[in-house]
């Protein structure tokens, strides 16, 4: 007898009944929510991961009940066929007997015919009709002692006209999987549940979370730069988000008080310029007899000018180096020539007012950014020092390489800047009680550390005892 071949996959359809359901109206703030769509998110990720579970473990469940009725099937039909070649009819048909008197379970089904289709054995009455194709499988309605059922057979074609029918009665393993089949719908039922109960927890954990961050912005919107968002103290991703809004928030406060002070400043640090050019200029109208006494009052009240025009190139040039729009002009040079040129500049007056000025750096310093720029703040930070400088005073223009860093530092012996003030003398026009008296719109240190921040350096200010010491510190050129 040939060996039967595997049982070929079963097509099986579901029906879903459909019903219709009216039109609900939605609020219309709850459509756009951001809570509700990442909570459906969730729920949806949640339903369809538990529902892939719940549906793979009934198909697995399923395919091995049918996998073990074809299994047995198998080895049921290779014994019989194995009695058939040792013995021929009359010990299959004892064998069939014999496993029938045997059957516990009371689930085998035997259907031995000849070519007449007249029974020789087994425990069907009669054989099965629409069994036709020898080598095949067939699930069917059967019933045995008055009973219907379902069974799952195998029909053998045997030499001599013979057929033999093996199967099993699957009635139980139906009724298991029916319960498996409602336990998935029930277990459907209880995730969707969980889900939407995990939705509605999730939006009312993130509508919480970002209610306060929603009145804080709303409260800064409003003016009050004072409110910040509150921390849960859990150090999670909100918190790390309300940090950060709180970082901005206190930036944008800084950066408002600092227009209000640079608004006061320039009213209060130009009023005074541009009032005693006017005065100048109305005392020259005024009591002028000569060309040349006129001339001598529009030069000073034009110097005066030219001290205004100065500062707002200071400010706007500061505001150009934080804006970063500098940093197209970036290139590597040698800032050794650069210090040497100014060291040379600034000597000659220090020479001139009595001062030492003491220059050193090694043969090479490269940089890679904006040349004028550092010329620039190194040159801010002299004048600052030729400035406070008392006579026979010392100013050193020191460079040095620390690694990767590149430093640059002026010092002077002048009557520094006190430790409480040094967080303040980098704002623009903010000046201490010991630079009141002397020259300078205040913008120097401001301008200085612009250029330190473009070029991701920093600027230190620390007591030289006496004087101060103001530090560049710039990262050099890479290899």
């Known amino acids: 007898m040939p060996a039967p071949p595997p049982a070929l996959p079963r097509a099986r359809r579901i029906g879903i009944a459909s019903g219709h359901a009216g039109r609900l109206r939605w609020p219309r703030g709850l459509l756009r929510s951001a809570g509700l769509r990442f909570?459906?998110?969730?729920?949806?990720?949640?339903?369809?991961?538990?529902?892939?579970?719940?549906?793979?473990?009934?198909?697995?469940?399923?395919?091995?009940?049918?996998?073990?009725?074809?299994?047995?099937?198998?080895?049921?039909?290779?014994?019989?066929?194995?009695?058939?070649?040792?013995?021929?009819?009359?010990?299959?048909?004892?064998?069939?007997?014999?496993?029938?008197?045997?059957?516990?379970?009371?689930?085998?089904?035997?259907?031995?015919?000849?070519?007449?289709?007249?029974?020789?054995?087994?425990?069907?009455?009669?054989?099965?009709?629409?069994?036709?194709?020898?080598?095949?499988?067939?699930?069917?309605?059967?019933?045995?002692?008055?009973?219907?059922?379902?069974?799952?057979?195998?029909?053998?074609?045997?030499?001599g006209g013979f057929h033999l029918l093996v199967g099993r009665d699957v009635e139980a393993r139906v009724k298991l999987r029916r319960i498996l089949t409602d336990a998935m719908l029930w277990a459907v039922l209880v995730v969707a549940g969980l889900g939407g109960l995990g939705a509605f927890l999730v939006r009312s954990v993130l509508r919480g979370m970002l209610a306060d961050i929603s009145r804080t912005t709303a409260a800064i919107g409003a003016g009050d730069l004072t409110r910040r968002v509150r921390l849960s103290g859990r150090g999670d991703e909100f918190d790390r988000l309300a940090e950060t809004i709180n970082d901005m928030l206190e930036r944008i406060s800084r950066l408002m008080e600092g227009v209000r002070a640079v608004s006061n400043a320039i009213a209060h640090d130009l009023r005074t310029p541009i009032t005693r050019a006017r005065t100048r200029l109305e005392d020259a109208l005024a009591h002028a007899d000569a060309a040349a006494d006129l001339r001598a009052a529009i030069e000073r009240a034009e110097a005066d000018l030219d001290g205004i025009v100065a500062v707002f190139q200071a400010i706007l040039r500061i505001?150009?180096?934080?804006?970063?729009?500098?940093?197209?002009?970036?290139?590597?040079?040698?800032?050794?020539?650069?210090?040497?040129?100014?060291?040379?500049?600034?000597?000659?007056?220090?020479?001139?007012?009595?001062?030492?000025?003491?220059?050193?750096?090694?043969?090479?310093?490269?940089?890679?950014?904006?040349?004028?720029?550092?010329?620039?703040?190194?040159?801010?930070?002299?004048?600052?020092?030729?400035?406070?400088?008392?006579?026979?005073?010392?100013?050193?223009?020191?460079?040095?390489?620390?690694?990767?860093?590149?430093?640059?530092?002026?010092?002077?012996?002048?009557?520094?800047?006190?430790?409480?003030?040094?967080?303040?003398?980098?704002?623009?026009?903010?000046?201490?009680?010991?630079?009141?008296?002397?020259?300078?719109?205040?913008?120097?240190?401001?301008?200085?550390?612009?250029?330190?921040?473009?070029?991701?350096?920093t600027l230190t200010l620390t007591d030289n005892a006496p004087g101060l010491a103001a530090t560049l510190n710039l990262p050099g050129q890479e290899d």
Do not use: C
């Open 39 to 159: 909570a459906g998110l969730y729920a949806a990720l949640f339903g369809l991961s538990a529902l892939a579970l719940v549906l793979f473990l009934w198909w697995d469940t399923a395919a091995l009940l049918d996998r073990q009725v074809d299994a047995a099937i198998r080895a049921d039909a290779q014994g019989l066929n194995e009695r058939w070649e040792s013995g021929g009819l009359p010990a299959l048909i004892l064998t069939i007997r014999e496993r029938l008197a045997e059957n516990i379970d009371d689930d085998a089904i035997y259907m031995l015919v000849d070519n007449t289709g007249r029974r020789l054995a087994g425990n069907l009455d009669r054989w099965p009709p629409g069994i036709t194709t020898d080598d095949d499988w067939y699930e069917m309605p059967i019933v045995r002692d008055r009973v219907r059922s379902l069974a799952r057979v195998h029909n053998f074609a045997l030499p």
């Open 319 to 457: 505001a150009e180096i934080e804006a970063g729009a500098r940093r197209s002009a970036f290139s590597p040079f040698d800032l050794v020539p650069v210090l040497g040129d100014l060291a040379e500049l600034y000597g000659a007056v220090a020479e001139e007012r009595g001062l030492t000025f003491i220059f050193r750096s090694p043969a090479a310093l490269m940089l890679f950014g904006d040349r004028d720029m550092i010329q620039q703040a190194v040159a801010n930070l002299l004048d600052n020092a030729l400035k406070f400088s008392p006579p026979q005073g010392e100013i050193r223009l020191l460079a040095e390489s620390q690694g990767r860093i590149v430093r640059i530092t002026v010092t002077d012996q002048g009557p520094g800047i006190p430790e409480a003030e040094r967080a303040r003398v980098t704002e623009r026009f903010y000046r201490g009680e010991s630079a009141r008296t002397t020259p300078g719109s205040g913008l120097g240190l401001a301008l200085a550390l612009a250029v330190a921040q473009l070029h991701d350096g």
